[in-house]
C-alpha cells in the first residue's frame, strides 16, 4: 500500500516563508509525476504546482516567482518551497501522484 505523507505546514505571517515535504512509502516515486494542490477555507481544491518524471516544472499563475516544487527521487520525497506568502496562500496542502495517491494534508496558515 502507498502512502504520501505531507509534512512542514504551520503558521506564519504574510511574507514568511514555509517548505513542505511529501515522502512516499515505496520505492517507485520515480516514476511518478508529483503535483501539489491546495484548498481554501471554504473553497474548491485547486492546482498548484508540477514536478514531472523527466525533471519539468509548471506552476499556478497565483504562486509563480513565489513557490518552487522539486524533487529529490533517492528519497521519494518531492518538496513545495513557499517564499512571500500571502494571506490568499492560507489553505490545507496535499501532494498527488500521478499514480493516483494522495496524501492526508497539511495545513498553512498566513496571518498577520
Known amino acids: 500500500q502507498v502512502q504520501l505523507a505531507e509534512t512542514g505546514g504551520g503558521l506564519v505571517q504574510p511574507g514568511g516563508s514555509l517548505r513542505l515535504s511529501c515522502a512516499a512509502s515505496r520505492n517507485v516515486f520515480s516514476n511518478w509525476d508529483m503535483r501539489w494542490y491546495r484548498q481554501p477555507p471554504g473553497r474548491q481544491r485547486e492546482?498548484?504546482?508540477?514536478?514531472?518524471?523527466?525533471?519539468?516544472?509548471d506552476y499556478a499563475d497565483s504562486v509563480k516567482g513565489r513557490f518552487t516544487i522539486s524533487r529529490d527521487n533517492a528519497k521519494s520525497t518531492t518538496y513545495l518551497q513557499m517564499n512571500s506568502l500571502k494571506t490568499e496562500d492560507t489553505a490545507d496542502y496535499f501532494c498527488?501522484?500521478?499514480?493516483?495517491?494522495w496524501g492526508q494534508g497539511t495545513q498553512v496558515s498566513v496571518s498577520s
Open positions: 492546482w498548484v504546482a508540477t514536478a514531472y518524471r523527466n525533471g519539468n516544472t
Open positions: 498527488h501522484s500521478s499514480a493516483g495517491f
